[in-house]
């Protein structure tokens, strides 16, 4: 849609913990409307034989990304809750179903590799490893601090046993120079017994899971070339829609270039319908 601001090398994305069962409609949109390549982990085999191995610019790895050791997955009854840690059932059983999905069915060795270990370069970095988030960062930091955007999931309160809360896992990326832009999806559940609308998975206000959006801060950007200004204009608009600061980029990436992108822009965006997510 913005075909005027073209990326000078692919966008490269990394997505740990690829199974596929959970959409990830702002990967798939980004990787069909630019030049993109993505590589993937997903160490439940099972789940690995289901993701799309047919693209040359999708490279899928059937092992987990964590600190370098054997570790062992915990398959859960409901697949995408399967985790290198265990769930927390004092936690978690006062939610609606939970006390079934959460149930270990199988234990798997698998073998781990370090994200400082990867060669590839990584622009746009995605984490869902159900409470394993932050053995990630800590193993990954070299790598991580060069990406630039972060999507992570977490939670206020661990739905694992060991896992760090949401604010201690952000505290982590601040060290490595990312701000908090936004959340990506903001889950809640309600306490049993109450049901909301008639839906047991339906919350009011409680706060059980975050898909967090990090981008480095402004003054940073501010230093970017404009290939990595680019690349991270693409990613904001088409995996997040964040067109204010879509806009803020443009304006930027056109003082460095001497064009006149913004008018284009705007263009654009005055046909689009903009929805506030909270």
């Not at 008639?198 to 230093?223: A, R, W």
């Amino acid at each position: 849609m913005i075909n005027f601001i073209k990326s000078e090398t692919p966008i490269q994305i990394c997505d740990i913990g690829a199974s596929p069962i959970d959409k990830t409609d702002f990967i798939d949109e980004l990787f069909i409307n630019t030049n993109s390549k993505l590589i993937g982990f997903e160490p439940n085999n099972d789940e690995f034989q289901k993701l799309d191995k047919n693209n040359p610019k999708k490279k899928y790895y059937n092992f987990g990304i964590g600190d370098g050791t054997e570790k062992t997955l915990n398959v859960c009854k409901a697949v995408g809750m399967s985790s290198f840690l265990k769930p927390d059932l004092d936690y978690l059983k006062n939610f609606h179903g939970f006390e079934e999905w959460s149930k270990i069915i199988n234990k798997i060795k698998v073998k781990t590799k370090k994200l400082t270990d990867i060669k590839d370069k990584i622009d746009f970095l995605k984490i869902d490893v159900q409470g394993y988030e932050s053995e990630i960062i800590n193993n990954g930091g070299d790598k991580i601090k060069n990406c630039l955007v972060v999507q992570l999931e977490t939670s206020p309160t661990p739905l694992y046993k060991d896992e760090k809360t949401f604010a201690s896992t952000i505290i982590q990326l601040e060290k490595l120079g990312f701000s908090l832009h936004m959340f990506n999806r903001v889950n809640t559940r309600s306490f049993k017994p109450t049901v909301i609308s008639k839906n047991p998975y339906m919350g009011l206000h409680h706060l059980f899971q975050l898909d967090c959006v990090l981008i480095k801060n402004l003054k940073m950007i501010e230093s970017y070339n404009t290939n990595n200004l680019k690349k991270l204009i693409l990613i904001l608009f088409h995996s997040f829609k964040s067109y204010d600061l879509v806009d803020y980029l443009v304006r930027l990436l056109d003082k460095k270039t001497n064009e006149k992108n913004i008018d284009k822009f705007r263009k654009i965006l005055s046909k689009i319908k903009k929805e506030k997510k909270y």
